[in-house]
């Protein structure tokens, strides 16, 4: 069956529609590469047979020739998403046994087209983290390895568990959240395609929230068309999120015309950061080239901010996250551990369940939000904020996209960068700015470094114009021919 | 800006975590490195900038003052817990 999970969306649709093998034999097919992929931990709930049921339900609309986007696709979901009945912990111990009564917008549209659910993905707990290791169900292994050396490597995050499935062959796509990066970085980090869309573009409603004005969730595939497939079916306006943007959904796919000819793409000379590796720099430069051959006009353009987008992030993420994170208190779902009073009870259940990087965070978001220093460092963020997006507007004057790294290196070993963190959160310093500004981005692979990691290029573009974000992904993917495979297949070579 | 143990305790406090004060020594040299990283911003000018409220170029839409949802008591207590005769319940808190 192995042949079934190496199949891309845009293939298995049409294996599917063609009867050449049922929902119900991918879904097999997909279900026995999840638990051979067991040693990644990458899944935290398994649900075979839900996941069976939907694709008997999609083989029946496939018979009847009423076939949806995304009809019979076996997926990953981020344990972000609340999924009615299926345990959704965020990878945190705060929600053991949360088994939402509801379930999210953007997982509800994805099974109104037809996809299945294979299970939920492990995560960095509550989406903070770059490396999956603050998951509070154990670390997510990378399922490449550096040449020659076994150690294992983080998947990126905090959808790394996400990344990790995709490109073990376990599912065919997942989804993901990035607040600063959690999509774009992993995919880098794992050899495939992410994307953050536009701020508004999915509904964040029955997402678990991390920083409310900053998160967005985006598809996580193996290919850029399989991406602005995805994307279609997640997309679109809410009611129940009042930042949901109430403007169409365009036909993605259909903006993959392979035809950039005359685009401006813009290259931010601040991201030439001192110290990144030669060969992050190499492969940059080899993306110019790559549009440039293909009728694009590269221009060099500025965003003074960059060094700043950072350290703004540093104090909005951890100041809307300790406001997110207050509803955790042992009263209405979750863990509760018992105390004296109602306020021990409160210290009790938040201290046993928030992991190191969690507690930190609320605590440094409790901070520059308390008496006497909201002005002077959330105001302050706040200002900066507005300053990174008038970046991008001066430099969309003069260009269509950008293409950047997504991440200044590739994947780490597992226990590396973590006495610092600092040293992790710089992972996002090409990321950052992007949620910052609320516009859509996209990480495609696009070679290897040369101890045999993927490297991915970012392709970031105007507030909801992902088509044209997905048109130069898609001609850096075709001139890149990126076909290496990780080390660990849990769905077969 | 260096924290000391007192002001770690005092925001500890006030986001309800309990921290042991065998964690507090650590956690303030943790949180100082990060402040004085994060206190870069003051060489940015933002003289007369408007702070970012939202992201989204849009207005928060308006709709009817009308009940929309509800009546669903039983789902909401499912993953209480605990409850009892339909309520939440917590430590006594009067007494």
């Not at chain 1, 609309?61 to 981020?78: D, F, V």
């Not at chain 1, 050396?149 to 568990?161: A, E, F, T």
């Amino acid at each position: 069956m192995s042949a079934l999970t190496q199949l891309t969306i845009a293939e298995a649709r049409a294996g599917l529609r063609g009867r050449q093998f049922s929902a119900r034999e991918l879904a097999e097919a997909h279900i026995a590469a999840v638990a051979a992929a067991r040693p990644l931990n990458a899944f935290l709930a398994e649900t075979p047979e839900r996941a069976l049921a939907m694709a008997d339900a999609a083989d029946q609309r496939l018979q009847r020739g009423e076939a949806r986007a995304m009809e019979g696709i076996p997926l990953a979901i981020k344990d972000l998403f609340c999924t009615e009945g299926v345990l959704t912990t965020a990878g945190s111990r705060i929600l053991d046994g949360f088994k939402p009564p509801y379930e999210s917008t953007v997982t509800a549209k994805l099974w109104a087209a037809g996809a299945v659910m294979l299970g939920k993905a492990n995560m960095d707990e509550f989406a903070m983290g770059s490396s999956n290791v603050t998951c509070a169900h154990g670390a997510v292994e990378n399922p490449w390895r550096r040449r020659g050396d076994n150690r294992p490597l983080v998947p990126g995050g905090s959808s790394g568990g996400s990344a990790a499935a995709v490109a073990a062959r376990a599912a065919i796509a997942a989804t993901g959240t990035d607040t600063g990066g959690s999509i774009r970085q992993p995919a880098s980090f794992c050899g495939i395609v992410g994307m953050k869309p536009t701020y508004g573009r999915c509904s964040r409603w029955g997402i678990v929230a991390f920083a409310s004005s900053l998160d967005q969730a985006g598809p996580m595939t193996r290919s850029v068309r399989d991406a602005a497939i995805m994307l279609g079916a997640m997309a679109g306006h809410d009611p129940k999120d009042s930042t949901s943007a109430p403007v169409p959904v365009p036909d993605f796919e259909a903006a993959l015309t392979g035809d950039i000819r005359g685009l401006k793409i813009g290259v931010p000379h601040e991201y030439r950061l001192d110290g990144m590796p030669a060969e992050i720099e190499a492969l940059w430069q080899r993306g110019i080239d790559w549009v440039k051959a293909a009728g694009a006009e590269p221009v060099e353009i500025s965003l003074p901010m960059t060094k700043y987008a950072l350290p703004a992030y540093y104090i909005i993420a951890p100041a809307e996250a300790s406001s997110n994170l207050a509803r955790y208190d042992g009263v209405r779902f979750g863990l509760r551990v018992p105390g004296g009073s109602l306020d021990e009870m409160y210290e009790n259940t938040r201290a046993a369940g928030f992991g190191a990087e969690v507690r930190r965070r609320v605590l440094i978001g409790t901070y520059v939000l308390s008496a006497g220093y909201y002005d002077a460092y959330y105001l302050k963020a706040q200002q900066v904020r507005t300053l990174v997006a008038r970046d991008f507007g001066a430099a969309f004057q003069r260009c269509d996209v950008l293409l950047t790294p997504t991440a200044p290196s590739a994947a780490f070993a597992i226990g590396e960068k973590q006495d610092d963190p600092i040293a992790m959160y710089l992972n996002d310093v090409f990321t950052v700015p992007v949620n910052l500004a609320g516009l859509p981005g996209i990480s495609v692979p696009a070679g290897l470094a040369a101890d045999g990691l993927p490297l991915g290029l970012q392709v970031i573009g105007r507030a909801f114009d992902e088509a044209t974000v997905l048109r130069v992904a898609e001609i850096i993917e075709t001139a890149a021919g990126f076909t290496a495979k990780p080390a660990f297949l849990a769905g077969g070579g | 800006m260096a924290l000391d143990k007192a002001t770690v305790a005092k925001i500890a406090t006030l986001a309800r975590i309990k921290l042991p004060p065998s964690e507090q020594e650590h956690l303030a040299g943790e949180l100082s490195t990060i402040l004085t990283w994060i206190e870069q911003l003051g060489e940015v000018d933002t003289a007369g900038v408007e702070p970012m409220s939202s992201v989204a170029a849009m207005e928060l839409p308006m709709r009817n003052d009308e009940v929309t949802d509800g009546g669903c008591r039983e789902k909401i207590l499912a993953n209480a817990p605990d409850s009892a005769g339909g309520f939440f319940t917590v430590p006594k808190v009067v007494e």
